[in-house]
């Protein structure tokens, strides 16, 4: 069974920066690709960015574009997300997602594509 757990989120101001990390245990951390998705109070999930077995592809919603940096450690078997220039509406609870791929070029860039979540990290950006 897989498992995924994060860390890092908490309070920031707007302007500031948080940076998110997920560890994965129970199988192989390369033969995954990984993301990261968001759900903010009354609102559906969103897929937030996502990273190729590899890590060198990645792929980011137009919301974050510029702002947040998705990373993988496969030594460590860990993701992370670094979120700089935060907003307000950046105010959610942050999980991170695990999805099969044979390809290690693949991203996956729709919630629905990952298999496993983590129980998520809340971030709250305050104004």
């Known amino acids: 069974q897989v498992q995924l757990v994060e860390a890092g989120g908490g309070l920031a101001q707007a302007g500031g920066s948080l940076r998110l990390s997920c560890a994965i245990a129970?199988?192989?951390?390369?033969?995954?690709?990984m993301g990261w998705s968001r759900q903010a109070p009354g609102k559906e999930r969103e897929f937030v960015a996502g990273?190729?077995?590899?890590?060198?592809?990645?792929n980011y919603a137009d919301s974050v574009k510029g702002r947040f940096t998705i990373s993988r450690d496969n030594a460590k078997d860990t993701v992370y997300l670094q979120m700089n220039s935060l907003k307000p509406e950046d105010t959610a609870v942050y999980c991170c997602?695990?999805?099969?791929?044979?390809?290690?070029?693949?991203?996956?860039?729709?919630?629905?594509?990952?298999?496993?979540w983590g129980q998520g990290a809340p971030v709250t950006v305050s104004s």
């Open positions: 997602g695990a999805g099969l791929q044979f390809a290690s070029s693949a991203v996956i860039t729709t919630t629905g594509g990952y298999t496993y």
């Open positions: 129970g199988r192989p951390f390369s033969s995954y690709a």
């Open positions: 990273i190729s077995r590899s890590g060198g592809i990645t």
